[in-house]
C-alpha cells in the first residue's frame, strides 16, 4: 500500500470511530434523557379509584389506538341538559391533564367544568397511564394527543369546529405541541377553535432548574416539552389561568407564555389559587371569565 493509500484508510477508520462514538454518545444520552424523564417528569398510576358515575355524571368509558399500536382509555362526558345561561352544549374540551395520577384524580374538576360551563368533555390517560398500554415519553405523549383528537373528530355527536384545547401543567405543553402542529400543517385534522391553558410552564429545562436547581438536569433534558418555543405558532384565541400561589410552576412563566403569544388573548391570575386547586379555588370570577371566552368563540364563529 502506498503512502497516501495508507494515509487514507487511517483517514476512513477515524471518521468511522468518531460516527461510531457519535452515535454510542447519542444512543446513551436518549437512554439516560428517558430514564430522567421516568424519574423527574412523569408519575403515573396505574389504579383508578374514582369515575364521574362517582359524581353523578353520565359518561362513556373508551379505547382507542394510536398510530403506533399503543391503546389507550378515555371517558366522554356529554353536556348536561341545557338549563343554565352559561351552557354551551355544543363545545368539546379535549382535556390534556398533568404528569400525575390518572383519570380519576379529574373526577372533581370534570364535575365542575361539566356542570358549570355545560361542554361536553374528552379526557385520557397518556400512554401509562391508568389502563392506557405502553409506556410514557415525549413523543409517545405526541401521538396519543394526535389520536385522541383524531377519535373525537370522529364522534357524530361532536362538532369537530367546536373543539377546545383544554390543557394543565404537563398538559399544557401537550396541547400547545398540538395546536402548533395543526396550525403549521394540513392533515385533515381539525384545528382547536380555542386553548385554555392552566397552570402553563415555558420548558421542562426551565422547569428542571427551579425544581432540581443542585441538579445538572438541563443539559440533559434539552429543550423538551417547549411550550415557549412554541406558542408563537399558534393563531388561535387563547386564554391563560394561573394560581398567584401556584408552589410549582412560578406565575412568571404563565405571563412569558402570554407575552409570546399571538392575540386574540388574555390572562386570568387567581389570587388564592395554588397548581392543583385552580377551578376549586378561581370563585364565581373565574367561571365568568371562562362562560365569556367560551362565548367570544361562538361569538366569531358566528361573524
Known sequence: MTASGYGKTRYL????????????????????????????????????????????????????????????????????????????????????????????????????????????????????????????????????????????ASRDDVDRERIVFFGRSLGTAVAVELAGELSAKEDGRPSPQGLILVSPFTSLGDMARILYPYLPLRPLIGNRFNTLARIRDIHRPLLIIHGERDELIPLTQGRQLFNAANPPKSFHPLPYAGHNDSLRWGGEELWERLNSYLASLTQRQNQ
Open 13 to 152: 477508520l477515524l471518521i468511522t470511530a468518531i460516527l461510531l462514538f457519535l452515535l454510542l454518545l447519542a444512543t446513551a444520552s436518549m437512554s439516560i434523557r428517558e430514564r430522567i424523564e421516568r424519574k423527574f417528569v412523569f408519575f403515573p398510576t396505574a389504579a383508578i379509584e374514582r369515575t364521574p358515575a362517582d359524581a353523578g355524571l353520565k359518561f362513556e368509558d373508551l379505547y382507542f389506538m394510536t398510530v403506533d399500536g399503543i391503546k389507550l382509555n378515555g371517558w366522554f362526558i356529554p353536556a348536561p341538559a341545557l338549563s343554565a345561561e352559561s351552557a354551551n352544549p355544543k363545545i368539546t374540551l379535549l382535556w390534556f391533564h398533568g404528569n400525575g395520577g390518572n383519570l380519576g384524580h379529574r373526577v372533581e374538576d370534570l364535575a365542575l367544568l361539566n356542570q358549570r360551563l355545560g361542554v361536553n368533555i374528552f379526557i385520557f390517560d397518556y400512554r401509562g397511564y391508568g389502563r392506557s398500554e405502553g409506556r410514557p415519553a415525549e413523543s409517545g405523549i405526541y401521538r396519543d394527543a394526535r389520536a385522541a383528537l383524531d377519535y373525537l
